[in-house]
């Protein structure tokens, strides 16, 4: 089964494509909307990269968790073992 991400993308596009042929106000919300959740998404996308820029960073670290929980690119597990071993790194 593919990412929660992809999983996301697939049917932002589904329910774009089903109010496409409709000429009404919900169609141009539905596209509004389709395109916010698509810039918001990508702006978190760049923030996990940035965070990953310092690697032993306990807060980029986090950053990067939450990042991933809205987007989820990485599976959960995984950046859950990455901050817990974050903080017992910490003084």
């Known amino acids: 089964m593919p990412p929660r991400d992809v999983l996301v993308e697939w049917r932002l596009r589904a329910i774009e494509k089903s109010y496409a042929q409709a000429q009404s106000q919900a169609s141009?919300?539905?596209g509004w909307l389709a395109f916010e959740l698509r810039r918001?998404?990508?702006a978190l996308l760049k923030i996990m990269a940035l965070a990953q820029d310092d690697a032993g960073s306990a807060e980029l670290?986090?950053?990067r968790f939450v990042a991933n929980d809205a987007l989820g690119v990485y599976d959960p597990k995984d950046a859950t073992t990455i901050l817990e071993?974050?903080?017992?790194d910490e003084p």
């Open 28 to 30: 141009v919300d539905v």
């Open 40 to 42: 918001s998404r990508e």
């Open 61 to 63: 670290k986090r950053i």
């Open 85 to 88: 071993q974050s903080a017992e």
